[in-house]
C-alpha cells in the first residue's frame, strides 16, 4: 500500500462551487502534513500547512482526521484560478523523507 | 537570490546515454531532494540528502546515482538512459527539523529515445 494516497479526480466543478479533497496516510505514527499546489507543467508550491486544530486561510480549509489517518482540504467558493493539482504530504518526523501523494486534479469551469 | 535552480531545463538522449542533472540552492539549506513526474504517478522520491554527506534510497531509486557535492549543490546522474526514464525531474530543498516546506526548482524535462 502507498504510504499516501488521493483520489486522482478530475474533480469538474463550476465557479463558486465548494469542493472537498481528503488524503490518506498509512503511516499512523505520522506528525506533519501538508496541502501543495501545482500548476500545468510548473513546480509544486506549499499551499497550507495541516495543523491538528484545523486552519483556514481565505477560502482555504485544511482539516486532519487521526483516528481515520486523512487529512482533508475544502475549497469555497471556487475560481477558475483554483484549477490546478493538489498534493498532500504526511511526515513521520521532521527527518522523514518526503513523500508526495499522487495529487487530485481540479478543473473549475465557467 | 534564485532560490532553487536546476540545469538543463530540457534533454533529449537516445537509449544507453548518460547525463547528470544539476540542482543547486542559495538558501542554506540541510535536505536537498530528487523527485521524477509522470502522468498519472504524481511525484515520487528517487533520492534524497538528509544532509552534507549523506544520502538515501527514495520510492525509485534504481538507474540512478546522486551526488552532495557540498551543502548547496545535489546531482542525479544517469549512467544508462532508458525509455522508462522519460519524466519531468524536480530538485526540492528543505531546511531540516521542525515543520518543513519543499521548496522546487523549476524542473528538466528529459525525453529518452
Known amino acids: 500500500r502507498k504510504e499516501v494516497e488521493q483520489d486522482p479526480g478530475p474533480f469538474n466543478v463550476p465557479e463558486g462551487a465548494t469542493v472537498a479533497f481528503n488524503c490518506t496516510y498509512s503511516n499512523s505514527a505520522s506528525q506533519s502534513f501538508f496541502w501543495y499546489r501545482q500548476d500545468c507543467r510548473k513546480e509544486p508550491k506549499l499551499l497550507m500547512s495541516v495543523y491538528s486544530s484545523g486552519n483556514e486561510d481565505g477560502r482555504f480549509t485544511a482539516q486532519l482526521n487521526r483516528a481515520s489517518q486523512y487529512i482533508s482540504l475544502l475549497i469555497r467558493d471556487s475560481k477558475l484560478s483554483d484549477s490546478a493539482t493538489y498534493l498532500c504530504?504526511?511526515?513521520?518526523?521532521?527527518?522523514?523523507?518526503?513523500?508526495f501523494g499522487p495529487g487530485t486534479s481540479l478543473s473549475v469551469i465557467p | 537570490n534564485a532560490g532553487v535552480t536546476q540545469t538543463p531545463k530540457f534533454q533529449v538522449l537516445k537509449t544507453g546515454q548518460s547525463m547528470t542533472l544539476q540542482c543547486a540552492q542559495d538558501m542554506n539549506h540541510n535536505s536537498m531532494y530528487w523527485y521524477r513526474q509522470d502522468p498519472g504517478m504524481g511525484l515520487r522520491l528517487i533520492y534524497y540528502s538528509a544532509s552534507e554527506g549523506t544520502t538515501d534510497k527514495g520510492e525509485v531509486p534504481n538507474g540512478y546515482n546522486v551526488s552532495r557535492l557540498n551543502k548547496r549543490e545535489f546531482s542525479l546522474r544517469l549512467e544508462s538512459a532508458a525509455p522508462s526514464q522519460t519524466s519531468v525531474y524536480f530538485c526540492a530543498t528543505n531546511r531540516g527539523g521542525g515543520q518543513e516546506t519543499q521548496y522546487f526548482g523549476p524542473g528538466t524535462r528529459l525525453l529518452v529515445l
Open positions: 504530504v504526511a511526515l513521520k518526523t521532521s527527518y522523514d523523507k518526503v513523500i
